[in-house]
């Protein structure tokens, strides 16, 4: 007879622990990947002679797959079906190959520059390697969420989440810190080669924690690694898309995101070219808000689980979010300590939001549906992702060039781009108000704080 008493893996402190350092390792090389490209976009235009549409849709490919083909979804599927194991290795081996796929064409197919359906070649592949990239990416953060709650079950689960995604700031960091210095001081390519070097690192510790969680389920004895209650469900679809709260939820998530990380993506050039901050400390100017939501949203994800008060505090995000892209708008503002201090600002903003807003959709459903709706929030977050940077490229080649710089890239005038991401930070407060509206009506609890005294 089999000793139930038995001291499981994750029962030890330093395990469960271990394995999670393993996985946010992983995560923190795919979200260093995911924002590497992003500071290079002046030298990408000067060096490969990419213009801003063409930014636009290289940025968006990374959502492009999981949006129109549903990737999220499907992986969802394969996630349920499979196993944290399986998906885990797999959605790792797409990021390689994809990042490969982008470094190929930003390196070997340089002359790669004959138009195909109004890009060029080189572009479309690069776009292509991303595009793999972002399945891959995309359906890692729902595996390790998933990992998380297995291993973290009846333990720190919030703050292991919340430490996860505070360790997947320092890749983002990181890549907007060192890309403009290290491509100055090598190739344009290089901070993407250290970035497919860490995702091969990356697939080398997933395969390692498969080793320990395989012996974790033996303890287990489960055959399958998701529990029945927690699998992927077209039941639960239906259920979950009929709640006001998860439309008000995912509108603000897609929103809110939509006004960060595509604004990120543009926002060194925004630093270098109407605030004059140097070259090599724009990117880690536009990589701040991650920095700051590396302390703060663990610090507010504290409050949120004491004081509640999530659905006001989502507000307050929506609201700072308007105040720092209006001022970004304002032709007049020039000053580099405004721009610093608004991307500081964002910062706050950024942990503000996601440590209200990813905790309350774990009180409007229950848990055997959580995984589900993580996976259609995060595919619906996936069209801003795609839409707004493709959109932005567009309108920064339609409507705000201004002159050349001395390296022969365009020079913009970032004010039309900056209304409409104020536009959208409008909308998104509107929403956060809707969804404070609906938590009294539907009575969600999301004022309510998580632990009880
Ligand atoms: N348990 C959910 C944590 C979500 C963290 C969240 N990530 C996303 O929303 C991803 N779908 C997109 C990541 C894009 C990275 N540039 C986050 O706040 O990072």
């Known amino acids: ?244 709260g998860f439309w008000l939820i995912a509108v603000l998530c897609v929103l809110f995101y939509s006004c960060v990380f595509p604004f990120q993506k543009f926002a060194s050039e925004l630093m270098i070219t109407k605030y004059q901050i140097d070259e090599n400390l724009a990117g880690t100017i536009a990589g701040l808000p991650a920095l700051g939501a590396l302390f703060l949203t663990p610090v507010f994800g504290g409050m949120v689980d004491k004081r509640g008060k999530a659905a006001s505090i989502m507000m307050l995000g929506a609201a700072m979010l308007i105040g720092v892209h209006c001022v970004y708008a304002l032709p007049f503002i020039t000053a580099s300590w405004v721009a610093i201090v608004l991307m500081i600002v964002l910062g706050i903003a950024f942990s503000l939001v996601p440590s209200a807003m990813w905790p309350s959709v774990a009180k409007i459903f229950p848990v055997n549906q959580l995984g589900t709706a993580y996976a259609l929030i995060f595919f619906i977050q996936n069209i801003g992702l795609w839409g707004i940077p493709t959109l932005i490229g567009a309108v920064l080649d339609g409507f705000c060039v201004v002159g050349t710089t001395e390296s022969g890239a365009k020079l913009y005038d970032y004010t039309l781009p900056m209304c409409i991401f104020t536009g959208i930070a409008i909308l998104s407060l509107i929403v956060a108000f809707m969804l404070k509206a609906a938590d009294r009506k539907y009575g969600y609890k999301l004022e309510e704080a998580n632990i009880r005294k």
């Open 1 to 244: 007879m089999k000793d139930q008493n038995q001291k499981k893996l994750n029962d030890s402190w330093g395990m469960r622990w271990g394995a999670l350092a393993i996985v946010a390792f992983t995560m923190m090389a795919a979200y260093y990947v995911n924002d590497v490209a992003a500071p290079l976009k002046t030298m990408l235009e000067s060096t490969l002679g990419w213009n801003s549409s063409e930014f636009g849709l290289f940025t968006g490919a990374y959502s492009f797959l999981n949006v129109f083909l549903l990737m999220l979804i499907w992986g969802g599927l394969i996630l349920d079906r499979f196993g944290i194991r399986f998906t885990g290795k797999l959605a790792t081996i797409l990021m390689v190959v994809g990042t490969a796929i982008e470094y190929y064409a930003m390196t070997q197919m340089t002359d790669a520059t004959q138009i195909v359906m109004g890009y060029k070649w080189n572009v479309l592949v690069a776009s292509a390697g991303y595009s793999l990239f972002g399945v891959g990416a995309e359906v890692a953060g729902i595996t390790v969420t998933k990992i998380i709650a297995k291993w973290f079950q009846g333990k720190e689960m919030a703050t292991a989440m919340g430490v996860q995604v505070a360790l997947a700031r320092v890749g983002s960091q990181a890549a907007y810190a060192v890309a403009i210095p290290v491509a100055r001081a090598y190739e344009i390519t290089t901070p993407i080669l250290i970035g497919l070097v860490c995702l091969v690192g990356g697939l080398v510790a997933f395969f390692a924690f498969s080793v320990l969680d395989k012996k974790l389920d033996r303890q287990l004895e489960t055959a399958v690694d998701a529990s029945p209650e927690d699998k992927f469900s077209f039941k639960d679809v239906k259920h979950i898309v009929c709640n006001p």
